[in-house]
């Protein structure tokens, strides 16, 4: 593994939606956000996001929102181009996503991922994120999605004393769904 520069990493501005478009584009496809949704979604929920970059470009995001529970914060995206990827930086920009929405009084981050997604699960879990249940055909046949949850403030003691998350997966009150594979 060559040696990267650690990235930068910052809130989103709004004229960083149209790289963050192109990122999600890599990652996700077509269930990735276009450019107009991200403005759509910027407005009310924009200081909750992040971007990780380095002198040449903006590299990662995480796309984040809050729930009809004020307490409950989503990782609705995230992800780094593959030309980052494997450096530490989706370490980096989870603690940073995950501090930015404690600082935002959150108490619980919620997000799907999709179960064959191994990389990212492996990372979330890394975070303390637990398994919260399956949501079948999430985005339509075959399609399903796995939730994760991490309470916030509550320091897990060991591996097997889990603390427990509030299972409310329908406060996820934003239209549209996550793009989060
Ligand atoms: C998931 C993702 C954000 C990880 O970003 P990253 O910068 O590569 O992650 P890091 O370098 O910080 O590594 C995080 C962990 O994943 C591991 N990892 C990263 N890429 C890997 C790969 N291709 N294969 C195996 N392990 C990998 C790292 O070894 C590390 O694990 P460790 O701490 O146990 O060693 C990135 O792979 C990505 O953007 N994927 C596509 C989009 C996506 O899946 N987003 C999440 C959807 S919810």
Known sequence: MNELPSPRLRGVKKNDLRRIAELEAKAFGSYGVIDNDLKVMFDPSGPLWMLAEDDEAIWGYSVNLRAADPTVGWIAGMAI????????????????????LHDYDMRVIRLLVKPSNKVARRLYENFGFIDTGERDNHFGPEEPRMLMSLLLDHPVASPRIRPEVPADPDAFAVTGGTTCE
């Open 81 to 100: 181009h593959p030309a980052r990827q494997r450096h530490g930086w989706g370490q980096l920009l989870l603690q940073a996503t995950i501090d930015r």
